[in-house]
């Protein structure tokens, strides 16, 4: 009923860039929190980057400065401007959103996932 789905992504040199999208779509009365989190064989999923409603975003320390996330409430997207890249930004993107649905309240939607390499 609600889908989140992701483009983007892909092989990079280590100092280039690279941008992921996200649009969300279907029974949606409002989108609340958008954000990124990714995850890198045999570790935990981490959050990147979060963005409100109202537009404050927060990012983890290891990004600041490099990634910029941003969204587009009309169209329900978000997007995450990946600059300075480094190896260890390896990892699969997660899309994240909390969605208020019509019957059910609040609810959390995740992303397929989409990899990205970074290599030296």
């Known amino acids: 009923q609600v889908q989140l789905v992701e483009s983007g992504g892909g092989l990079v040199q280590a100092g280039g860039s690279l941008s992921v999208s996200c649009a969300a779509s279907?029974?949606?009365?409002?989108?609340?929190?958008m954000g990124w989190y990714r995850q890198a064989p045999g570790k935990q999923r981490e959050v990147v980057a979060t963005v409100t409603s109202g537009g404050s975003t927060n990012y983890q320390d290891s990004v600041k400065g490099r990634f910029t996330i941003s969204r587009d409430n009309a169209k329900k997207t978000v997007n995450l401007q990946m600059n300075s890249l480094k190896p260890e930004d390896t990892a699969v993107y997660f899309c994240?959103?909390?969605?208020?649905?019509?019957?059910?309240?609040?609810?959390?939607?995740w992303g397929q996932g989409t990899q990205v390499t970074v290599s030296s």
């Open positions: 279907g029974s949606i009365v409002w989108v609340n929190d």
């Open positions: 994240y959103a909390q969605v208020f649905v019509p019957i059910g309240g609040r609810r959390d939607y």
